[in-house]
């Protein structure tokens, strides 16, 4: 009894700061702010660990009453602790228990690779990469190549049930015509954060991959760019990128760090991108209309001055957003998409064994930290990303996706 107080205690204090980090980072506030509260947060979490075993053993205390006793004032304390742990330790049930893949989204094949023994050379550049290499199991270097195969149906509207809701086995809506379908070839990257920790030579690898696959659209979710120095990379490196219809991007909060906001989307459309946000686009493919909009809030607020939408005109509509944060999956469901790109959540990062990820600088914790997500038949995949400014992953390898979208049905 004393170890399972002790333990939900733990578990509690820890899991409080990491929401206290992972909500923080959710938000627009300033730099300088956000990361005053991360360090304060790493270290209030991590002195106690450190301490009060040490403490406890020159005092002989054993059970966190006994602690209470002792220092009163640590009493309301301890009781968050505990509540909070029965909260967190509630909410992982629940997912490990009811929360499913959507059937809609099916992985088709990965690929992995560890791109530094491809390219024959060390990819990494600076005392802190090169010190994180030696880190057991780090994943920073290597690369996970995602296919996915997702089925859309335009006789289900995105928001709503088809006919009369009634689904195959398969998990899809019954009018689905295996017959007639199209197939769009998308491919998704995110959170690419050139700071030149990484090397070019990784992204080359990363873009070779893309053209391989002959996608029709490439969108790229954010956290392009850390640092000044590396704005020239976007054209040498991005710009090879081929799609038959269009690339497209949104920005995220790590773009802000470049000073100059037109420098960097001018360097994007120099490299053949067109920006997503705050404007509807509308794209001719197959005898569907494919339309997209971008959302970079909170960071950049063009979403919020988003127009109406345009008519739908003939043959069918497919509704696609790019947002940086899966936070923004309630205002794709208000306005029904049909598929959600995201991505800024890094998979967590470092995912600890049966835990899975434990920050995620969402407002909804790690819940969105990464893989797909149904809401309503919106559809939402959320990237691991493709790098971070922290040289490390851990049972997170770095994620390309490449996605066959299946496209059936009637007009709307």
């Known amino acids: 009894m004393q170890l399972l107080l002790w333990m939900m205690v733990t578990v509690g204090h820890i899991g409080w700061w990491c929401a206290v980090f992972n909500r923080t980072h959710a938000t627009a506030w300033p730099r300088g702010w956000r990361k005053l509260i991360e360090y304060a947060a790493i270290v209030v979490t991590g002195a106690p660990l450190l301490l009060v075993p040490v403490m406890l053993w020159r005092t002989g205390i054993t059970t966190a009453g006994e602690l209470g006793d002792a220092w009163p004032w640590l009493r309301p304390y301890l009781v968050i ?16 228990l009811f929360e499913r893949r959507p059937a809609r989204i099916r992985r088709t094949g990965q690929s992995y690779s560890r791109v530094e023994q491809l390219a024959g050379q060390s990819l990494v550049e600076g005392w802190l990469p090169r010190l994180f290499r030696w880190v057991p199991g780090n994943q920073f270097t290597h690369l996970a190549v995602e296919r996915f195969e997702v089925r859309v149906d335009a006789e289900r509207p995105a928001g709503g049930k088809s006919g009369n809701g009634k689904c195959s086995d398969d998990g899809q809506s019954g009018s689905f015509d295996p017959t007639r379908i199209a197939r769009l070839r998308i491919a ?24 391989r696959f002959r996608p029709d659209l490439v969108f790229i979710t954010g956290d392009i760019a850390d640092e000044s120095k590396c704005l020239d990379w976007i054209g040498t490196v991005l710009g090879p990128l081929e799609a038959g219809l269009g690339k497209f991007y949104v920005l995220g909060n790590h773009d802000r760090r470049i000073g100059d906001e037109s420098a960097l989307r001018g360097r994007l459309k120099d490299a053949g991108f067109e920006a997503a946000s705050g404007r509807w686009t509308n794209l001719s493919w197959n005898g569907w209309t494919i339309r997209l909009t971008g959302n970079e809030l909170p960071w950049y607020r063009a979403a919020r001055t988003l127009g109406p939408e345009p008519p739908s005109g003939n043959g069918q509509l497919l509704k696609i957003l790019l947002s940086h944060s899966p936070d923004q999956f309630g205002w794709a469901v208000a306005l029904k998409f049909n598929l959600v790109f995201a991505g800024h959540t890094h998979g967590g990062q470092i995912r600890l064994p049966l835990i899975g990820p434990i920050i995620a600088p969402s407002r909804h914790g790690v819940r969105f930290a990464g893989g797909d997500f149904e809401r309503d038949g919106v559809l939402m995949h959320v990237s691991r990303g493709l790098s971070s400014d922290d040289p490390v992953r851990w049972n997170c390898p770095p994620e390309l996706g490449l996605f066959e979208v299946l496209l059936s049905g009637d007009s709307r």
């Open 81 to 96: 602790c505990s509540i909070v742990a029965c909260t967190f330790t509630s909410e992982w049930v629940w997912r490990k």
């Open 188 to 211: 998704q990257l995110s959170d690419l954060h050139f700071t030149g920790q990484l090397r070019p030579e990784y992204f080359h690898e990363v873009v070779k991959q893309v053209n």
